[in-house]
């Protein structure tokens, strides 16, 4: 099975890839410094491979991204997709542009399958890390389902070796936290003391967030607590 991974070297990229070679597949990486060198904000190569795994994200520009890597796949019989759970939900710029990649896939005429991840403990661990650089930690008020990049590689290994199958069930960490606890770990583990001041979001996102729009509070859930990763790192 012939398989292009775009963000392999990324984040979750470098936990899938492995996971594919193990089970035989030829993988072939493509990013800016990949196997395949390329921006898909720019110009695609003709990709032929049987499976696309993509993976490579940022904070704009994903369905412009997603659409010229459809527009460049060549017999590709199924597409992977990962999404971000709340991306129908939340009314924030970001997640407007995943949701528009999604329709992208699902237009595509290719077998797809596209999975929803909660915000990875990564990334978690950045914004913690960010707000309690200030002396006085200001906490947005917002619930969190933190998951582990390697549980959410695990679950988009075996969809790659699969058949299309859709949407599927999201994935997100194995606990619910509010944002506050998050920062409170990050600080004790770091030995720090820090004043932390509930901060109130604005808008029709604060309204989301506080309703609880970014969480999957059906879907599955990974193995590897945020405790766990925090005492790792």
Known sequence: MKIVVTGGTGTLGRHVVPLLREA????????????????????VPPIEADVVVHLAGGRKGDDVATRNLLAACRGVRHFVHISVIGADTVPLAWLRTKLAAEQAVEASGIGFTIL?????????????????????VPVPGMRLQPV??????????????????????DLAGPAEFDLRDLVRDYLTAEGKRRL????????????????????SLDGDRGARTWEEFLAAR
């Open 148 to 169: 582990d990049a390697r549980d959410v590689a695990v679950r988009l290994a075996e969809l790659a070796l699969g058949r299309p199958a859709g949407r599927v069930t």
């Open 24 to 43: 035989g597949a030829e993988v072939t990486v493509l990013s800016r410094h990949g196997d395949i060198a390329c921006d898909l904000l720019g110009d």
């Open 116 to 136: 929803r991840a909660a915000q990875f403990h990564d990334l978690a661990l950045t914004m913690v890390r960010g707000l309690a650089k200030l002396p006085v």
């Open 196 to 215: 932390t001041v509930p901060m109130p979001l604005p808008g029709r996102a604060g309204k989301a967030y506080r309703a609880g729009l970014n969480l």
